[in-house]
């Protein structure tokens, strides 16, 4: 693995053995050992490490926390209620 600067900003690509890809947005303090783990996972097929800048890094985490809005529950306290079915009104 290239050096690190601990404040810098990553990206990891992971292509999975299936094909599937998918990119992490990493500081540098975290690189090391998030590299590692995803290198010792059985389907993980390649990791490969490149630079990324502040703004990119910026833009993907708040493009993730846009997306992670639409999620269908608003806290853990009524994450694990029902949804009751919305009844329909007869027509007469």
């Avoid at 992971?14 to 990493?26: G, I, P, R, S």
């Avoid at 809005?69 to 009524?78: A, T, V, Y």
Wanted: glycine fraction near 4%.
């Amino acid at each position: 693995m290239p050096t690190v600067d601990r404040n810098g900003y990553y990206c990891a690509d992971v292509v999975m053995k299936n094909n599937f890809k998918y990119t992490m947005y990493l500081r540098g303090h975290s690189v090391p050992s998030m590299v590692k783990f995803t290198e010792g996972l059985f389907w993980t097929e390649s990791v490969t490490l490149r630079d990324s800048s502040e703004e990119e890094h910026h833009n993907a985490l708040e493009e993730t926390s846009k997306k992670s809005k639409n999620i269908g529950f608003s806290s853990l306290e009524n994450f694990f209620e029902e949804e009751k079915p919305k009844r329909k009104k007869k027509v007469k």
